[in-house]
């Protein structure tokens, strides 16, 4: 839990961050945009003020400075229009891909927009005569618009890598916890069934006609069944093809043989064999995990029917009890590990038979269907081989 705590405090740290950075670019990013339009815009109004003096000029005027002026302008496209509003010069508006005619709707096609945005100063030449000088944003007052939204994708790429890095961190943990864990587990198990086992000969030995010798021996046959799961947990088993149906009716009758009187299990299963590649041992644990979950989920009466059959795409196994069934939000939250609705238990089974399913092999679990009061479904699919 604490792990889990410390990936989510800094989920959201890097949240905030993000926001908080997101927020402080934009908002700088607008400050020196709308500068930078004050300032283009006076620029626009002195290069206007250029273009009135040279019409108004005469063969003795000093034109050094206006020209200047008009020349100075690289960055910011203008058109020159006259009262009837034809084309009379234009600067910033080349395109290298265009010429003649083209170009010349282009520019006119450039106005029509630039008058429409409003961004046109007006040269008053004296008898009604005028000129209209249109213009627009510099292609670095346009870029710079951007830039805050660049920023932002930089920021939640960065975010998202970062959450992934912590997660897949996570999972690796979680890993190395599970592997442990069943190493262990497999391990201590092993020199108290190899003690009992010794134990039962003897007592063979001694009490050759007890009935309750068989059974004693298959109860160490179960144990030495789960410390084999536990090994293969810890290890990386290799699915070979199984009669799934051998595999279910096996867990059936282990099942029933320690279940309520109440409680009826029942298989459907075709007349053909299931061929699926699977790891009996794993893949029985999942089934039992299952068959356990609907048992607790109907309080010690009800039925439970196992049902296996070979689709189009998948090979499928359902698990359906009559229980008290789940609203639709917890249909994901079960597969959580620690998730449980028991006082003492620990919510491992399902993340378990999750676990081997998915990454075991390489299948899907899922909650099929549930209905508060009714009962609930659960869906195993098998890759078809």
Known sequence: MQ?????????IVLVVLAVVLSIASLVVSNFLVRDLKVEEQ????????????????????????????????????????????????????????????SLDTLVRQRAFSMRKAGRVIRINLGKSDYMEICYADSLILRRLAWWPYVQLGIVLIFVVVAIFALLSSKK????????????????????????LMAWQEVLKETYPDDE??????????????????????????????????DVLASVVQYIGRRTSNRITISLQLPHEPIIASVCAPLFEWVVENLCKNAIDAMEGSGSITLTAREEPTCISVEVAD????????????????????????WGLGLSLAKRIVEEYHDGRIYVKNSEIGKGTTFRVELKKH
């Open 322 to 345: 009559t229980g008290k069934g789940m609203p639709k939000n917890r249909f994901s939250s079960v597969f959580t590990p620690g998730y449980t609705t028991k006082e003492r238990g």
């Open 42 to 101: 006076r620029k626009m109004e002195i290069w206007a003020e250029a273009m009135r003096s040279l019409n108004n000029a005469d063969e003795t005027t000093d034109l050094t400075l206006v020209w200047t002026v008009l020349n100075s302008n690289n960055t910011i496209p203008v058109i020159v229009l006259d009262k009837e509003g034809r084309v009379q010069d234009y600067r910033n508006i080349e395109d290298g891909s265009l010429s003649g005619a």
């Open 212 to 245: 309750l010798l068989p059974e004693m021996g298959k109860d160490i046959q179960r144990l030495q069944r789960i410390a084999e799961r536990f090994s293969k947990i810890g290890s990386q088993p290799e699915p070979k093809p199984e009669n799934l149906n």
């Open 172 to 195: 690796a943990e979680q890993n190395k916890v599970w592997v442990g864990l069943s190493k262990e587990t497999a391990h201590q198990l092993g020199t108290p069934i190899s003690s």
């Open 3 to 11: 792990w889990i705590n410390r990936i989510r405090r800094v989920k």
